[in-house]
């Protein structure tokens, strides 16, 4: 007999801004222990919180993008736990009345096809500090720069049906929230964290079996990993006769097995209300319209339009609108006057090599679009480009500054000067080809001897010949030219 | 001593320069020390002030609205310079790194800190006899309590050591200690006032509230430190209270008193002090009428739910972690950390409070009692809007049930404890500014009558009750 399973994730993410949720302190990462707090995120006596303006604008921003509905009221409640990691023995968040409800985003399931995954909630929190077991030997170490972090807290829908329709949820989820620029997602540095909702049932039944909850998942893979052991588990488990246990499972990576946290460590009774310090957080409609027509195109709309605007092939859209930084670098280079599909190779291949390495551009927008100029208008053959453009990526050992004349300033090279100073400029001067012509017809007589015969499809071998010889420099239409002229 | 504009004048002009107020200031603290008020004060910090003070030219002390004027803090709001330790064992020895907003305020308005003093450990309690470091005794009578939980503050002005104090209120730990004391205690409209730095009680009703030898010392003071913060989302953006010109009578204006306020069995004295509040009213061509607040009976029970569940997750930050003292428990792991340190660091008026919230919060009980609790809260407050709304100026009630009562008399029954706030804490409940005013004796002891004003309307009440002020000797027998 099978078995359905039923998948809800609870993903949290770190919010982009410069400084904390309810006080100024900085949110960058990696700084030593305890260098970015204040009285508000050490939680001393009397401080209060006061919250974050841009943090509430990036999650209704995450919202919108998530087709969520975002509540012109919504209300700061405290969750309250002790733990050594969090400072005033209560978290500020959101209970019954969240920021936003009710969304839904379409994923691409490898079982079902596309189909949309609801959104049930989303709320804004702080996030609290790091306990640090490995510092001090028999001792736990407290680390409170993450104390006070904003979070967003994205609740799915039970909608999930395997383990890798949640690892599809989760990585059109990322994609969503890198392309609104609300978190960065990072789930090394801990920018985005995933916990699992998972049960199982027979198919056609419609009410939920008994969950359980996986945490301790360091990446998406990882996930997938975890809710199959789990799924699996838990199959074995009801066949053998016994019944799942709503309890807390821990995934350990190393070993790739779940084992339940003890139960003394998760009987919480959060006891949440509304925090008196914070009056309810009220936003206008029209604030609200505002944050979702400055929502940036999302990756399918952008698809759509690179293939019905610019033409584009649907690999080729797929792949320049996934990420938002490569769109929108690409669209830079068309708006520089590229042909679109040249624009779409060139992005694809020389730009995505460097950028998937170190996830920057090698070379500016312009600078690229300067560069496919004098392909076309004949100054560098597309051979030398792609040497002009590793030149000036880098991965060349030459100098890209030029000095302008008498200022003593330096400015960058273009992409025309590049490739004289690498002796790239095309020839078509008929006699400087006529020599590279004469000598590689000199050099192929069987060739040649060939071609007169008939067999014509030997003239490109031959062009490529000439190519050679000159260091990729001779422009290939005189050559294909001159070839044929001298063997006619 | 002098009041607060006299020693401002004093020291602004050079004719009794700070350093002689911070001697004399020293020197009553000093005589001041039997009555248990200050948990602590140094001369040398006041020497220190006032010879700053002393050194700034005359145009510029000129400025400084409360120049030289010695004013005392109750011990849970915070400062750099000395403890803060809310009269509990957890925070002992705890120094604050940044002080409070009023004491910023009080500080660039030229006041000089005098002393901390003792509380109700955390503001719970309504006698101070519960601090971790013993009872305050009051002034006129050492067997009896000063009121609370902002006893220390009153009984040194009460005493004539300080013009003007701090303190602050949760459910009339300002103006009940006012009145069983004998001195001017005003409690502003909810967000008048930063709380930044006010260690936290119950944050929707905890507001710093000013003790003063008269009206015109205790208005001074809180103009000082009134206005919005942007540290404390709860303030209000409303501009700094200003004070209005003096009143000569209080024609035209309707004070109401409201039924449920003045039970049968009130005491005798309390009765004859508000009688006579209302004889003076009238002496000055104000109207006096009869209204009802009819949700009245539920305030001490709404409050005991309210204050308690913010107490019980304010405190939660104390657990040995971070500051404050820690005791480690005999298992050794961070339960035992928290056990040991929470329960040998709060006391038992502070642990009562915080499983009453932690109950009323629980899962299952939340509805039937902090749900409830909000409700009524707003139907309380709808009583007040209600009354003003229908041509009443001010409200007139008697501060407390009975003039100060016998140290030990109530502390091992803590709901006769909690009833000696029925009259002040529907006023925190409901946010609105509300004050009491000393109005005679009542065999040798004080009686206060409170006044109650429409929210932000703090100053008018402030004015209303300098005029009162003028034709009620406090010190007389009210019958």
Same mark, same amino acid.
């Given at each position: 007999m099978s078995w359905e399973t039923v998948i809800g994730l609870e993903v949290h993410v770190q919010l982009l801004t410069q400084s904390k949720m309810f006080c100024g302190c900085s949110t960058r990462y990696g700084s030593p222990p305890n260098t970015q707090v204040c009285p508000v995120c050490l939680g001393l006596p009397g401080a209060l919180p006061v919250p974050n303006a841009h943090a509430i604008e990036l999650a209704t921003r995450a919202a919108l993008a998530l087709s969520c509905k975002v509540h012109e009221t919504s209300v700061f409640a405290r969750k309250n736990y002790f733990y050594p990691d969090l400072p005033k023995g209560y978290q500020i968040s959101q209970f019954d009345q969240p920021l936003a409800t009710g969304g839904g985003i379409e994923i691409e399931s490898p079982e079902r096809g596309r189909l949309t995954i609801g959104i049930t909630r989303l709320h804004v929190e702080e996030d609290a500090g790091k306990s640090l077991h490995d510092r001090l030997p028999g001792k736990t170490a407290i680390d409170l720069n993450r104390s006070g972090t904003p979070l967003a807290e994205i609740v799915s829908e039970p909608d999930l049906r395997s383990p890798a329709e949640a690892r599809a949820y989760l990585t059109r989820l990322k994609q969503l929230l890198l392309y609104c620029q609300v978190s960065d997602c990072n789930m090394e540095e801990g920018s985005l964290r995933v916990d699992a909702n998972i049960s199982i049932r027979r198919p056609g039944e419609t009410r939920l079996g008994t969950k359980t909850e996986v945490k301790n998942m360091n990446s998406f893979a990882n996930v997938e990993r975890a809710l199959t052991v789990e799924r699996d588990r838990q199959i074995k488990l009801v066949e053998g006769g016994g019944r799942v246990e709503q309890v807390t499972m821990l995934f350990n990576a190393g070993s790739g097995e779940v084992r339940p946290m003890r139960s003394k460590e998760e009987s919480h009774d959060y006891r949440y209300f509304p925090d008196p310090d914070l009056p309810p957080l009220v936003l206008t409609r029209l604030w609200i319209e505002q944050q979702h027509a400055a929502l940036p195109e999302m990756p399918d709309a952008r698809r759509d339009r690179f293939m019905t605007v610019l033409g584009l092939p649907a690999y080729d859209a797929g792949v320049l609108s996934a990420e938002r930084p490569i769109a929108? =670098? =690409?669209?830079?280079?068309?708006?520089?006057?590229?042909?679109?599909?040249?624009?779409?190779n060139w992005v694809m291949t020389e730009v995505l090599r460097g950028y998937n390495e170190t996830g920057q551009f090698a070379v500016s927008s312009e600078w690229l679009a300067g560069l496919l100029a004098a392909v076309k208008d004949g100054t560098v053959s597309n051979q030398a480009a792609k040497q002009v453009f590793a030149a000036r990526a880098g991965r060349g050992s030459l100098s890209v500054t030029v000095e302008m004349r008498g200022t003593g300033k330096t400015s960058e090279v273009s992409p025309r000067q590049l490739a004289e100073k690498l002796g790239l400029v095309q020839v078509g001067d008929v006699a400087a080809l006529g020599g590279w012509?004469?000598?590689?017809i000199a050099a192929n007589p069987k060739e040649v001897g060939r071609y007169k015969a008939g067999e014509t499809k030997l003239l490109g071998f031959l062009q490529g010949q000439v190519m050679k010889k000159s260091a990729g420099k001779a422009d290939p239409k005189k050559v294909g030219a001159l070839l044929a002229e001298k063997l006619r | &001593?002098?009041?607060? @504009?006299?020693?401002?004048?004093?020291?602004a002009s050079g004719s009794a320069p700070a350093a002689a107020v911070a001697r004399d200031t020293g020197e009553r603290l000093r005589r001041a020390a039997d009555l248990n008020a200050t948990l602590h004060w140094s001369q040398e910090l006041l020497d220190r002030d006032a010879a700053r003070l002393d050194r700034l030219p005359p145009a510029e002390r000129a400025r400084l609205p409360l120049v030289g004027v010695p004013v005392a803090l109750k011990d849970n709001i915070v400062t750099t310079d000395q403890p803060t330790t809310c009269a509990s064992r957890i925070l002992e020895g705890y120094v604050s790194p940044y002080d409070a907003t009023v004491v910023a305020r009080l500080k660039a308005a030229g006041a000089i800190i005098a002393c901390k003093t003792n509380l109700d450990e955390f503001a719970m309690g309504s006698s101070t006899e519960h601090s971790a470091w013993g009872r305050v005794k009051h002034p006129l009578d050492p067997a009896r309590v000063p009121g609370g939980s902002s006893g220390g503050s009153a009984a040194l002005v009460a005493a004539g050591v300080v013009p003007a104090a701090l303190g602050s209120e949760t459910g009339g730990s300002v103006r009940q200690p006012a009145s069983f004391c004998g001195v001017v205690g005003v409690k502003p409209s909810y967000g008048r006032v930063s709380r930044f730095g006010l260690v936290a009680f119950g944050s929707s009703l905890d507001q710093v509230s000013v003790f003063g030898r008269s009206v015109d010392d205790a208005a001074r003071?809180?103009?000082?430190?009134?206005?919005?913060?942007?540290?404390d989302a709860t303030s209000a953006a409303e501009p700094p209270m200003t004070l209005e010109p003096a009143r000569r009578d209080l024609r035209g204006l309707t004070f109401g008193i409201p039924g449920e306020y003045v039970p049968a069995d009130l005491d005798p004295g309390v009765k004859a002090g508000l009688d006579r509040a209302v004889q003076a009213i009238q002496d000055l061509g104000g109207t006096v009428r009869q209204v009802s607040l009819p949700h009245t009976r539920f305030a001490v029970p709404c409050y005991y739910i309210v204050a308690p569940a913010e107490a019980a997750a304010n405190l939660a930050r104390y657990d040995g972690v971070r500051y404050g003292q820690r005791r480690v428990g005999p298992e050794g792991d961070v339960r035992a950390l928290y056990r040991a340190t929470r329960g040998q660091g709060f006391g038992p008026e502070v642990r009562r409070r915080i499983l009453i919230g932690t109950y009323v919060l629980s899962s299952g009980y939340y509805d039937a009692y902090y749900r409830k609790a909000q409700q009524v809260r707003a139907l309380l407050a709808d009583d007040f809007r209600k009354v003003f709304a229908a041509g009443v100026d001010l409200l007139l009630t008697p501060t407390t049930p009975t003039p100060a009562f016998k140290a030990g008399?109530?502390?091992?029954?803590p709901v006769a404890m909690y009833l000696a706030d029925i009259f002040t804490c529907s006023l925190n409940l409901a946010a609105l500014? @509300? &004050?009491?005013?000393?109005?005679?004796?009542s065999g040798g002891l004080p009686v206060g009558a409170q006044?109650? @004003?429409? &929210?932000?309307?703090d100053a008018r009440m402030l004015s209303v009750a300098a005029v009162l002020e003028t034709v009620l000797d406090a010190t007389r027998e009210v019958r």
């Open positions: 929108d =670098y =690409y669209e830079a280079v068309v708006a520089e006057g590229t042909e679109p599909k040249t624009a779409a012509v004469d000598e590689v | &001593m002098s009041g607060v @504009a006299a020693i401002a004048d004093g020291v003071v809180l103009a000082v430190i009134s206005g919005n913060d942007p540290n008399e109530k502390t091992e029954d500014p @509300a &004050m009491s005013l000393p109005v005679g004796r006044l109650v @004003a429409p &929210m932000f309307a």
